[in-house]
């Protein structure tokens, strides 16, 4: 081995450890942040190694610096903007939207390495190795393809650009889909025989894959969707690591992929979900509102925002249930305001976090944490159930599902067996919602016609500023 | 590199994935997706070894530079996302406590 060799090599080991260290430190809060400043220069440090490998070997010619500036400064410029301008609410489509993009460039290093073959390949030929070539290169474009235009599916479906189409929803869905995976198979093989013009058909079939395997997944489910493309796009970087023959990428795409994988499962189990039923049993709102009639509401009590204030102002233990349509409404800094008030009036506010609130496993944790709400008052489900029987008043915004006693009490229920918060145990539970219509999963929720429970009909937002309003006349919160 | 030990590579790396995520708190999933998501735009090496490799063909330059583009949105974008995201839980603890 050569010096350059060496260097590369020892540069390329140090990078693996600090990504495995910084991906280990991603999952504790006091370490969270370092750790991805470390993944980052992890990340810088394995550029310098390859291109001063280059330098030092082969030499980089000016042309091919040109392009790579030229792709570099585009590509981060863009990147940076929208990782600043986005707004918190708006996270899991980025995300979509990144993940989407690195799927992209597996498929088109792919793609440049078969359509013009890299001097190094072409000059040890042999049959083995270059099956193996041909065979990380489909696989790389048919995974990459899949999670970019799944990616960006998916990101269109959480903008609210594209809805779900009915036909998505019959079975004919499958159908289209086995042709879909059946010709790429068949492209995947004529690939392999040296037929080099069918990867363009593995290009365009696994497209349309990924499409035909997103569109169905109804909007609850997507968040375990971006963590399966996720994982996808690591495993086309390491299916691109076999292609140019670098570990590094084999290693770093490896170890996203399985993560991704693990924390995939982790989210299907947040939401009573099986992988197999997100993936092939389509959008849960449209099963269940076939299957079973939801039934209708028979003792709904709904109340002013002014009892709601009189009561919180009498409460000495107050909850908050903040869910999606908190996130959709913005509204987490308005509530911030509220619960102020409440606690200068020396009430106790606690918000319970369900494990899949907001629109991913943790986004309500990041709204409320911009909202600068203390990060010790956010208790998870298991931590605050048990407190629900000595709490004065409920505070359910724009959370649906997550609060169904149906889940624990109704076996026959879709969501039977899917963790909830137990509200209905407290004294009284307020519902601040626009209207009656459903949450996620299309099911009558048994919550709003307990007798403790009220409905507080409005836009979780002008509500919470009315609860201002109201507060401030009681003299809440003004010492 | 000969094939097996790549493979080998593979498992180890995969292995290691599986291990790093043991237990995660749910504050930290969506930081920990999208910085695992940045981590997997490490496809930018491939790009950049095209780059490199392409010799004067021009349209290898240009897919090897759209490559490049497309992974670095990913990788720099994703890192500061990350970043914004956990900037607020950081700040907590100090203020309180």
Known sequence: ?479 | MSFISLLWVLLLGSLLGLELIGKVPPTLHTPLMSGANAISGITMLAALTLIVKAEGNVPLLIIGSVSLGFALFNVVGGFFVTDRMLAMFSRKPSNKK
């Open chain 1, 1 to 479: 081995m050569n010096p350059p060799v060496i260097i590369k090599f020892v540069i390329d080991l140090l990078a693996v450890l600090l990504l495995a260290l910084g991906i280990k430190g991603l999952s504790k809060v006091k370490s969270a942040r370092d750790a991805n400043r470390l993944a980052a220069f992890a990340m810088s440090l394995s550029v310098v190694g390859l291109l001063s490998y280059y330098l030092s070997t082969s030499g980089i010619a000016i042309q091919s610096w040109i392009w790579i500036i030229i792709g570099s400064i585009i590509g981060s410029l863009f990147g940076a903007i929208l990782a600043k301008k986005v707004p918190m609410t708006s996270m899991p489509e980025t995300v979509a939207l990144f993940n989407g993009c690195g799927g992209m460039s597996s498929l088109l290093v792919a793609l440049g390495v078969a359509i013009f073959p890299i001097s190094d390949v072409q000059e040890n030929f042999d049959f083995f190795k270059s099956l193996i070539n041909e065979v990380s290169i489909s696989v790389s474009i048919f995974v990459g393809a899949i999670t970019f235009t799944g990616s960006i599916v998916a990101m269109a479906k959480l903008q609210g650009w594209l809805s779900t189409p009915v036909w998505t929803q019959s079975k004919v869905r499958h159908f289209v889909n086995i042709v879909f995976a059946v010709a790429s198979l068949i492209a995947f093989f004529d690939l392999i025989k040296g037929n080099t013009s069918s990867i363009w058909l593995l290009v365009i079939v696994s497209s349309l894959l990924g499409i035909g395997v997103t569109l169905p997944i109804g909007g609850a489910d997507m968040p375990v969707v971006i963590s399966l493309l996720n994982s996808y796009s690591g495993i086309a970087a390491a299916a691109a690591g076999f292609v140019v023959d670098s570990q590094l990428l084999i290693v770093a795409g490896a170890m996203v992929g399985a993560a991704g994988l693990i924390l995939t499962q982790v989210m299907c189990k947040g939401m009573n979900r099986s992988l197999v039923s997100v993936l092939f049993g389509g959008s849960l709102s449209a099963q269940s509102t076939a299957s079973s009639g939801s039934g209708e509401y028979t003792n709904i009590t709904s109340c002013s925002v002014e009892e709601c204030a009189l009561t919180l102002e009498a409460a000495n233990k107050v909850i908050i249930v903040p869910g999606y349509g908190l996130a959709v409404a913005q509204a987490q800094h308005t509530l911030r305001e509220v619960t102020k008030k409440l606690e200068q009036n020396g009430i106790e506010v606690v918000y319970a976090i369900h494990p899949v609130a907001g629109r991913m496993p943790g986004h309500m944790n990041v709204l409320l944490a911009e909202a600068d709400v203390p990060y010790e008052q956010l208790k998870e489900m298991d931590v605050v159930n048990p407190d629900f029987p000595a709490t004065d008043v409920v505070l359910v915004l724009g959370a649906n599902d997550v609060v169904n006693p149906q889940a624990k009490n109704d076996s026959s229920s879709p969501l039977y067996g899917m963790p909830v918060l137990d509200v209905q145990e407290a004294r009284t539970v307020f519902v601040i919602k626009r209207g009656m219509s459903a949450g996620y999963s299309g099911i009558k929720n048994d919550l709003f016609d307990l007798p403790n429970t009220s409905m507080v009909f409005g836009d979780a937002k002008k509500v919470l500023n009315d609860l201002i309003g109201e507060l401030k006349d009681l003299g809440v919160g003004e010492k």
